[in-house]
T-cell receptor, first 114, second 111 residues
C-alpha cells in the first residue's frame, strides 16, 4: 500500500483565482492520478500525472485549466486555474504502486469557490 | 465509453442484516476493486480482485469477480453502524487502462 498526504484538505476561494493542491506519497509509485468528485457524484479522472513529462488529460479536461506537475516519483501538484463556482468539488490524488494494480487515494481536497 | 452499472443506488437497513451490492458492465475488466468512502474522506480500498471467479473475503466483507469478467458483487454480513458510507466499485481493463468507477451505493444502517 501507500500513504498519501494531500493538502490543503479544504479551501474556500474567490472566483477568478487559482489553487494548487499538493500530493505527497511515502514511497515511490509508478502512477499518479488526479480525480474530481462533484457533490454526490462518483469519481471522474482528470488526468494521469507523468513524471518528467506533460500530464495525459481525459476528455473534457485541459492543461490550461488544470495544469499538473510531477517532478519525481513521490510528488505531484494539481492547479485549478481561474476558478468559478462550477469548480467546487472534491479533488483527489490517487496512486498505483505498480501500474495496473490497486489504486490508493488521498483524503481529498474539498474546494468551494465563491 | 466504458460504464459500470452499480446497484442499488442506496440502501437503508437494520443493524445485523446482510447487505449485497453489485456492478455490471458490457465490457470485460481484468481487475475489480471495491472502495468505501466516508464523508469528507477519500475512498479506502476494501478488496481487490484479479482473477475471474475469484472470491475474496476481508472480515465481514466478501467480494467476487464474475466468471464472465463483466461483473462483481460485494457482500457485507452482520452490518454494524460504522458500515455507513458510500461503496464504489471500480474496474480496470488492463495495465494501460484507467480505473472506471461505478456511481456508488449509499448504505445507511439503523441501530
Amino acid at each position: 500500500s501507500a500513504v498519501i498526504s494531500q493538502k490543503p484538505s479544504r479551501d474556500i476561494c474567490q472566483r477568478g483565482t487559482s489553487l494548487t493542491i499538493q500530493c505527497q506519497v511515502d514511497s515511490q509509485v509508478t502512477m499518479m492520478f488526479w480525480y474530481r468528485q462533484q457533490p454526490g457524484q462518483s469519481l471522474t479522472l482528470i488526468a494521469t500525472a507523468n513524471q518528467g513529462s506533460e500530464a495525459t488529460y481525459e476528455s473534457g479536461f485541459v492543461i490550461d485549466k488544470f495544469p499538473i506537475s510531477r517532478p519525481n516519483l513521490t510528488f505531484s501538484t494539481l492547479t485549478v486555474s481561474n476558478m468559478s463556482p462550477e469548480d467546487s468539488s472534491i479533488y483527489l490524488c490517487s496512486v498505483e504502486v505498480t501500474q495496473g494494480t490497486e489504486a490508493f487515494f488521498g483524503q481529498g481536497t474539498r474546494l468551494t469557490v465563491v | 465509453g466504458q460504464q459500470l452499472n452499480q446497484s442499488p443506488q442506496s440502501m437503508f437497513i437494520q443493524e445485523g442484516e446482510d447487505v449485497s451490492m453489485n456492478c455490471t458492465s458490457s465490457s470485460i475488466f481484468n481487475t475489480w476493486l471495491w472502495y468505501k468512502q466516508d464523508p469528507g474522506e477519500g475512498p479506502v480500498l476494501l478488496i481487490a480482485l484479479y482473477k475471474a471467479g475469484e472470491l475474496t473475503s476481508n472480515g465481514r466483507l466478501t467480494a467476487q469477480f464474475g466468471i464472465t469478467r463483466k461483473d462483481s458483487f460485494l457482500n457485507i454480513s452482520a452490518s454494524i453502524p460504522s458500515d455507513v458510507g458510500i461503496y464504489f466499485c471500480a474496474g480496470l481493463t488492463g495495465s494501460q487502462g484507467n480505473l472506471i468507477f461505478g456511481k456508488g451505493t449509499k448504505l445507511s444502517v439503523k441501530p
